[in-house]
């Protein structure tokens, strides 16, 4: 671990159980043993702050939330994920000091965002009011999380463009008036959203640019979060998040990548692999929820050399890789990596300089979807 205050752990697939679990395992780790104190996951802020009110205080029904919450391309409505919030729970009534949830994705800005910064200015920056609500007139989302991320996307461009700018108007509306810091994050979380959404998707250059802008928002989310908490913090993503470079052509640069800038050894990034196996994917191509089996990994890939360890599943500490095995580690070769579409391309991934520490696993399984 050395110094490492937040630890990214990845997933090779959004939908197998096993990295699911590993990540819970990591966390109550860190929990029990280095005073890590917050569990962040590839979800919205809002959604993060409805199921952290429940870990903390008890508030609210964590089937329902999750229901709610983790819908279209999130699939963390899973049995695993329901066990790390019932687990957290379980902490928070046996000890004093609780640990934390956090969400720090800006795909979804919920209309929770949006009431608790109505609230603040009600009681305590009254002249505010009205202002505010003009500038985030008509952006707070009347459908669900899925509904909404497939359907404001098609909302013309200039309209888009507009919410953008008024959102961080509201920002600096808050800021300027010296707002709670909280109440400002929330907004700014908005105007996040909203930059994100007012991309001009028929451009293949401010799609990419969108999608970069969306990763270095992430991490600037786990950064304050760590600010204003004072937690460590475990992060759940997709490998290609968590990573310290890019292997997508769409992401130039990802969220592992500003944290690695920004805190240096105080990152600590863990990759997955898995030889065979079955998980559970959104089909972009579709919209449609299948499972899908992939047999033993091709001859020359990284999995196909790692799966001829002895062990079945084990973790590799890469930073202490000797030759020739750090040799081998820093070439890029064929790697599976899923995400929102089957079959895909394997990635060209050198393992070696895109993660502190990997694990693998001989097979994955589905998760555990819940109803």
């Given amino acids: 671990m050395g110094d490492a205050s937040v630890v990214g752990v990845g997933e090779a697939t959004h939908g197998s159980h096993e990295f699911f679990v590993l990540q819970h395992r990591v966390f109550a780790q860190l929990v029990q043993g280095k005073g ?34 983790f819908q279209g391309s999130y699939l963390w409505n899973t049995e695993e994920y ?6 957290m729970r379980a902490c928070n009534e046996r000890h004093p000091d609780p640990i934390r949830f956090m969400g720090d994705d800006i795909g979804y800005p919920g209309p929770e965002l949006f009431d608790r910064v109505s609230a603040y200015a009600r009681q305590y920056r009254p002249g505010l009011v009205a202002e505010l609500d ?22 013309p461009l200039d309209e888009r463009q507009d919410n953008r700018h008024r959102a961080w108007q509201a920002v600096s509306l808050l800021e300027d008036s010296g707002s709670d810091a909280w109440v400002v994050q929330h907004a700014r979380v908005i105007a996040q959203s909203m930059t994100l959404w007012a991309t001009d998707f028929t451009d293949p250059r401010q799609v990419t640019a969108g999608f970069v802008y969306r990763d270095e928002a992430m991490a ?18 997709h490998d290609g998040h968590v990573a310290d470079e890019s292997y997508w052509s769409s992401y130039p640069r990802v969220q592992g990548t500003y944290l690695r800038e920004r805190l240096g050894e105080g990152y600590l990034s863990v990759g997955t692999t898995f030889h065979q196996g079955a998980f559970n994917l959104l089909d972009a191509a579709d919209n ?16 196909s050399t790692l799966d001829q360890v ?3 599943d084990f973790v590799l500490d890469m930073r202490n890789a000797t030759r020739p095995a750090r040799d081998w580690l820093a070439e890029a070769r064929s790697t ?24 693998h696993f001989h097979r994955a399984t589905p998760s555990r979807l819940l109803p």
């Fill in 288 to 303: 449609q929820l299948r499972t899908v089996t992939v047999g033993p990994a091709e001859p020359g890939s990284n999995e």
């Fill in 82 to 87: 329901l066990g790390l919030i019932e687990w």
């Fill in 336 to 359: 599976r990596q899923y995400a929102e579409s089957f079959p895909a391309a394997d990635k060209q991934i050198a393992l070696g300089r895109s993660f502190d520490v990997l694990v």
């Fill in 134 to 155: 003009r500038l985030h007139r008509d952006m707070a989302p009347t459908v669900g999380v899925a509904d909404w991320m497939s359907t404001y996307r098609r909302r």
């Fill in 310 to 312: 002895r062990r079945q």
């Fill in 36 to 69: 890590f104190g917050t569990f962040a996951r590839e979800v919205s802020w809002s959604g993060g702050l409805r199921l952290d009110e429940y870990v903390v205080h008890g508030t609210g029904d964590p089937r329902q939330i999750m229901r709610e919450e």
């Fill in 220 to 237: 600037d989310n786990i950064l304050w979060w760590r600010e204003h908490t004072g937690d460590k913090i475990v992060l759940a993503a």
